[in-house]
């Protein structure tokens, strides 16, 4: 999901890669003792197997650890996180298959997505501050201890700026792959498009291993701060039809692509973009020459998925792993050398669940420092709250702890407004992102301001007209299932309709306005009001919205292209807490104010 603000600084070194020098192969270790002295040159192998192990959208989990909750993960699925249990997978597999026979490989999204991502990124970042040098990013150094042999960019990346992201692949001793992260101004590539490996056969050719990373074009607008001007980001299709071939004429046996991508062909950003957000099938279906597809992007399992080529007819074999840690694929491919070659023959795919195997020691003995070091400053107090403010409502009630997002985002706003713009009326949208959200009566601590504000996003204002904003808030109200008059609404199935996500679901403070889920999409917002006066379609508003929306995330009319009143670098987060750590105490009686609410034809639901 979302997206935030950045940096930029060692950019133009290292911009413009060409393809051919980031063919530069890697090699997988001699062939397992036991197998390779039952093998002569007079007699080389037939068959050969190996496997390619994957994972995505790790999202800096390294231990099975929530930050926001300051215990062990636990979710109802009993699912674990981090990749210390799967890298004891990871070594399960190496045993088990030989070392020589398993390359692993990550499809994106590493950097960012909890407390430890962000100590390392803002609060004592791995560029440096004050003339001093960084430390090393906990994600370059439990990857490598992993031994990855090559990662897909992912849209998080870009998060913290482009200085952070060429810190963290300068730390990391394996290449992190995008064909279609492109120099703005060359077109040439600014990271590596693909690696080589060879897995070695005793007695016969190796077997050349084409790794090709893709990453996704919604980067262009989800950080568009962060990259407008510095890269361009086409789509996965085109640049696979490009170096799908390379990789072929550069002798590869088998080509295997880490896509951040999903695979069901959807886009959330409309048509703001010409490329398709979740494009892995479409790869597979119109890129001749591919093996298989580590997919990653859209945080679901998907165990095995075949795609057949419409130009070849052959299938293609795809696997996404969920997200966090929480699963391993594991490709499985068997060859025969025909003629001198070695020819794909079989290949399979599934996922593994480490949440019955212990942390790998190895990386607890390396980061444990790390973790117990952000762990100290989630905790550190920043004043007092008094009641407790909980989100589990927030997807259908307006309650006062997102009234507090609300509250930091106008205030901010309306500071930094010009004298004209400061006359116009003020608003703010923002979504429930964690119904699990609470901040306590009581002491207030960072982890609990964190857990309400999960992502990294940055602030802006910007122009919409009543009319505007109208459609605006009839495309967040198909988030809800249309249910009719005289039907009871239950809200276990009342949201989410359209695969429409809670972050993607945005509420707005400043004008008041009826939801009538009764009625069909479209045609839900009633008595939208300002100050208690109907809302003309030609008035004119400031909207305070983060960055990820501002930028056309999750595909709002008109907030992308409307007028800039404002805009921050400051993460909404840190804004919030900075206001808690000004006033001292969080004291809804400031800011709360229900001013929508869901009705079933004019009736009030709750």
Not at 126 to 151: E, L, S
Not at 265 to 288: F, K
Not at 390 to 411: G, L, N, R, T, Y
Request: charged share 20%; with cysteine.
């Amino acid at each position: 999901m979302p997206i935030t603000p950045m940096n930029r600084r060692e950019f133009m070194h290292k911009s413009a890669v060409t393809g051919a020098a980031a063919a530069a192969a890697g090699t997988v270790a001699a062939a397992a003792p036991a197998e390779a002295a039952d093998r002569t040159p007079e007699h080389p192998p037939r068959t050969w197997s190996f496997s390619i192990l994957g994972t995505t959208d790790l999202h800096s989990h390294v231990f099975d650890w929530d930050y926001y909750t300051d215990a062990a993960y636990k979710d109802s699925k009993g699912n674990s996180v981090g990749v210390a249990r799967v890298a004891t997978l990871v070594k399960q597999q190496r045993e088990a298959k030989g070392e020589d026979r398993v390359l692993l490989v990550d499809a994106g999204d590493i950097i960012q997505g909890t407390s430890l991502a962000y100590y390392y990124a803002r609060v004592d970042p791995i560029t440096g501050a004050d003339g001093k040098k960084g430390p090393q990013h906990p994600m370059a150094v439990a990857m490598n201890h992993m031994r990855y042999d090559a990662a897909a960019l992912g849209n998080h990346e870009f998060n913290y700026g482009i200085d952070v992201l060429r810190k963290f692949e300068s730390q990391c001793r394996f290449p992190l792959l995008g064909a279609n992260a492109l120099d703005a101004k060359t077109l040439r590539p600014a990271f590596r498009p693909y690696t080589v490996k060879r897995v070695r056969v005793p007695g016969a050719p190796d077997i050349k291993v084409g790794i090709l990373g893709l990453t996704n074009p919604g980067i262009a607008l989800w950080d568009k701060d962060n990259v407008s001007g510095k890269m361009v980001f086409p789509g996965l299709v085109e640049q696979a039809k490009k170096y799908v071939p390379r990789l072929r004429a550069l002798g590869c046996d088998v080509v295997f692509l880490t896509d951040h991508s999903g695979l069901d062909g959807s886009t959330s950003y409309g048509d703001a973009l010409p490329y398709v957000e979740n494009a892995s099938n479409l790869v597979a279906e119109q890129v001749p020459g591919i093996d298989a597809i580590l997919v990653g992007h859209t945080h679901v399992e998907v165990s095995s998925y075949t795609v057949k080529n419409e130009e070849t007819g052959e299938d293609v074999l795809l696997s996404e792993p969920y997200c966090w840690g929480y699963r391993l694929s594991v490709f499985d491919f068997e060859l025969e050398l025909r003629r001198g070659q070695w020819k794909v023959t079989s290949k399979k795919a599934q996922t593994l669940n480490p949440n019955g195997v212990d942390e790998d020691p190895e990386i607890t003995k390396l980061l444990q420092a790390d973790h117990e070091l952000v762990v100290k400053y989630v905790n550190t107090p920043v004043g007092t709250c008094t009641q407790d403010l909980s989100a589990a409502e927030a997807c259908w009630k307006d309650v006062p702890v997102m009234d507090f997002i609300h509250e930091v985002q106008m205030k901010t706003v309306a500071a930094g407004l010009s004298t004209s713009d400061a006359a116009l009326p003020l608003i703010s949208v923002a979504a429930p992102f964690s119904r699990t959200a609470d901040i306590p009566a009581g002491d207030v601590t960072i982890r609990d301001i964190a857990g309400l504000y999960i992502y990294d996003n940055t602030l802006y204002g910007k122009k919409l007209t009543g009319a505007q904003l109208k459609d605006y808030l009839e495309y967040a109200a198909k988030y809800y299932h249309q249910v009719p008059s005289g039907t009871a609404v239950d809200t276990a199935t009342l949201t989410n309709a359209n695969s429409f996500w809670d972050y993607m679901y945005d509420t707005a403070a400043g004008v008041s306005y009826d939801i009538d889920i009764a009625q069909a999409e479209g045609s839900r917002i009633k008595n939208l009001t300002y100050n208690g006066t109907a809302v003309a379609d030609d008035q004119v508003f400031v909207v305070a919205v983060n960055n990820y929306r501002a930028n056309g995330g999750s595909g709002y009319p008109h907030i992308a292209a409307a007028d800039i009143a404002y805009s921050s670098t400051n993460e909404i987060r840190q804004l919030m807490i900075d206001y808690v750590t000004a006033k001292g105490a969080l004291d809804p009686t400031d800011f709360a104010a229900a001013n929508w609410k869901l009705t079933q034809s004019g009736t009030p639901v709750f």
